[in-house]
């Protein structure tokens, strides 16, 4: 056991993963989280862990990077994923969650633990010579930021992220949409609005000539760089770029067929909805995130085939995030290169996603736990997800540092062809992610 106690500042995901990474070694953790005292302008409830954008976490097959990372995270311990897998609800291949039985399960656990005190404060400073994690999330407030800014000598960058709208299940129109799952993969867990060539091209007319939402108060500073991160889009940005963009991202039609009408090999477009509970209650529109003003998306988004008399329980809403320029900043295990006594977590590190954000706690968390403990410090094998990622926080690509999330080409690639197409390839990266970590954990586990 230390002596040492570790501040965790921010009971997100990567704050709750990190803190409990850390109390699971033995050592004395102080969560310091601002709610319910004070909101971020995206955040609602005073749960831990809150989810304030999509439900889902994204696939679960270790072929695809995000899978892979969460193979990594369960082999580890993961809070997070523990707490996906026991709150998941139906969404085909992916892992997507009841967001809010998520949140109270990794509430209850945080609270439970005997080695985690829970502090609800807003905090402005690290004291110094303590050893601290920083996952004060995408919202940090502006004490905070400005003390990273000035007094840790950290560059801040900013982005604007989105979230789509949910609407009552109920209301949904079941005539017209069906369920299905792309190419039949999995179960049908997917409602799916189907539209002709002239439903899409009025749709699209409205989209793109739609009124925005005003900027939120804190983000009105902010206009001059209005810079949107690619994997949260605003659907009406995708849209402007070009009037079939939609029909090859989010709205693609191939492989979704209405089982009711079989006469029909491809439809135009089509819009997909996902469960946002167990029971299918309320759905989210998929890819639709979206900066229109809420009158707007009511009336754009009305004109989707069965979606006609729709309820909105939520509106899609858009916030500033805020992230480091890390490279050159922080070390391979998420530390800063100049104060070895501060880590940073989530995504102000540059990673991007709820998976890849608690990863960077994980990381972050067994590493200052090590720390505390007095045992070296260790660096995950840049051959796993997790590795990899921290990597790429580390030293960053070609260009300017820009969010990323899990993707094989962060990996070191394969020395020798593999046959067999994209998946088979992607099989063997994940074969060699598994062991490396496997022998990771072999190394260190007594320790970590």
């Given at each position: 056991m230390s002596e040492i106690t570790v501040?965790?500042?921010?009971?997100?995901?990567?704050?709750?993963?990190?803190?409990?990474?850390?109390?699971?070694?033995?050592?004395?953790?102080?969560?310091?989280?601002?709610?319910?005292?004070?909101?971020?302008?995206?955040?609602?409830?005073?749960?831990?862990?809150?989810?304030?954008?999509?439900?889902?976490?994204?696939?679960?097959?270790?072929?695809?990077?995000?899978?892979?990372?969460?193979?990594?995270?369960?082999?580890?311990?993961?809070?997070?994923?523990?707490?996906?897998?026991?709150?998941?609800?139906?969404?085909?291949?992916?892992?997507?969650?009841?967001?809010?039985?998520?949140?109270?399960?990794?509430?209850?656990?945080?609270e439970e633990h005997e080695n985690i005190e829970i502090v609800h404060a807003e905090m402005d400073s690290i004291p110094d010579g303590e050893l601290t994690v920083v996952a004060t999330g995408p919202l940090t407030s502006d004490a905070m930021a400005d003390y990273i800014r000035d007094s840790l000598g950290c560059s801040g960058l900013h982005f604007f992220d989105a979230a789509a709208p949910i609407v009552d299940?109920?209301?949904?129109?079941?005539?017209?949409?069906?369920?299905?799952?792309?190419?039949?993969?999995?179960?049908?867990?997917?409602?799916?609005?189907?539209?002709?060539?002239?439903?899409?091209?009025?749709?699209?007319?409205?989209?793109?000539?739609?009124?925005?939402?005003?900027?939120?108060?804190?983000?009105?500073?902010e206009q001059g760089d209005f810079t949107v991160f690619e994997g949260c889009m605003p659907v009406e940005v995708m849209a402007r770029r070009g009037r079939d963009t939609l029909r090859y991202g989010p709205l693609k039609p191939v492989g979704l067929n209405d089982p009711r009408h079989p006469e029909v090999k491809e439809y135009y477009a089509v819009v997909q909805l996902r469960r946002e509970d167990a029971e299918g209650s309320m759905f989210n529109l998929v890819g639709f995130q979206t900066h229109l003003a809420f009158p707007e998306q009511k009336r754009v988004f009305g004109l989707i085939p069965g979606l006609e008399n729709a309820e909105f329980l939520r509106y899609g809403v858009m916030h500033r995030n805020t992230y480091l320029d890390s490279p050159g900043l922080l070390d391979s295990d998420y530390s800063m290169l100049t104060r070895k006594n501060v880590y940073f977590a989530g995504q102000m590190t540059g990673v991007e996603g709820?998976?890849?954000?608690?990863?960077?706690?994980?990381?972050?968390?067994?590493?200052?736990?090590?720390?505390?403990?007095?045992?070296?410090?260790?660096?995950?094998?840049?051959?796993?997800?997790?590795?990899?990622?921290?990597?790429?926080?580390c030293h960053g690509g070609s260009g300017k540092f820009v969010p990323m999330n899990a993707n094989f080409g962060i990996i070191p690639p394969l020395e020798y062809r593999v046959k067999g197409g994209k998946m088979a390839k992607y099989a063997v990266y994940a074969e060699r992610a598994l062991a490396a970590l496997d022998e990771f954990k072999e190394k260190y586990e007594n320790h970590c």
């Open positions: 501040n965790v500042y921010g009971a997100g995901l990567a704050g709750c993963e990190a803190a409990w990474q850390i109390a699971n070694r033995g050592v004395k953790v102080r969560l310091y989280e601002m709610k319910p005292h004070k909101h971020t302008p995206a955040h609602k409830t005073e749960g831990f862990a809150e989810l304030v954008c999509s439900n889902s976490l994204r696939s679960d097959s270790v072929t695809n990077a995000v899978g892979l990372l969460k193979e990594e995270m369960r082999r580890m311990g993961s809070l997070i994923i523990e707490a996906a897998d026991a709150t998941r609800v139906p969404a085909g291949s992916a892992l997507a969650v009841d967001r809010d039985a998520f949140s109270a399960y990794i509430t209850r656990k945080i299940g109920a209301s949904i129109n079941t005539d017209v949409a069906f369920f299905a799952s792309r190419y039949d993969k999995g179960d049908a867990d997917y409602l799916n609005c189907p539209m002709t060539k002239e439903q899409y091209d009025a749709f699209y007319d409205a989209l793109v000539s739609a009124r925005e939402a005003e900027l939120h108060d804190f983000d009105k500073k709820y998976v890849e954000s608690a990863g960077s706690g994980l990381v972050a968390g067994i590493c200052a736990a090590r720390q505390a403990l007095g045992l070296e410090s260790v660096k995950f094998p840049t051959f796993t997800m997790l590795g990899a990622m921290a990597s790429y926080v």
